[in-house]
């Protein structure tokens, strides 16, 4: 059974920066991407980011773009997402999900993701 378990989240300043990240375990993952999203109360779950696990090509929405950057160790079995300039619009709950490539659905698509962490808290106060 495919196992995600996010951890960096916390209390930061805007402008600060965090790195999140998340380890897989209970399967391979050669055929996988492994996904960032994050939902603020009130608001649908949002794609961050996204990262194939075998070639490392990555994949974000524009805005997402500049300040988020995704990351694979596979040695490690983890997924980071380093978040810079952090704003407080990006307060929500990050979690960390995994797709097989082939699965129906865009990569940002969080129905076509069929494994989910339970998330890491990020508040960014002003």
């Known amino acids: 059974q495919v196992q995600l378990v996010e951890s960096g989240g916390g209390l930061v300043q805007a402008g600060a920066s965090l790195r999140l990240s998340c380890v897989a375990s209970?399967?391979?993952?050669?055929?996988?991407?492994i996904g960032w999203f994050r939902q603020a109360p009130g608001k649908e779950r949002e794609f961050v980011s996204a990262?194939?696990?075998?070639?490392?090509?990555?994949y974000s929405p524009n805005s997402m773009k500049g300040r988020f950057t995704v990351s694979r160790d596979n040695a490690k079995n983890t997924v980071n997402l380093q978040m810079n300039t952090l704003k407080p619009e990006d307060t929500a709950v990050y979690y960390c999900?995994?797709?097989?490539?082939?699965?129906?659905?865009?990569?940002?698509?969080?129905?076509?993701?069929?494994?989910w962490g339970r998330g890491t808290q990020v508040t960014v106060s002003s």
């Open positions: 209970g399967g391979t993952f050669s055929n996988y991407l």
């Open positions: 999900a995994a797709r097989d490539l082939r699965a129906i659905g865009g990569v940002g698509s969080p129905l076509a993701y069929a494994y």
């Open positions: 990262i194939a696990w075998t070639n490392g090509n990555t």
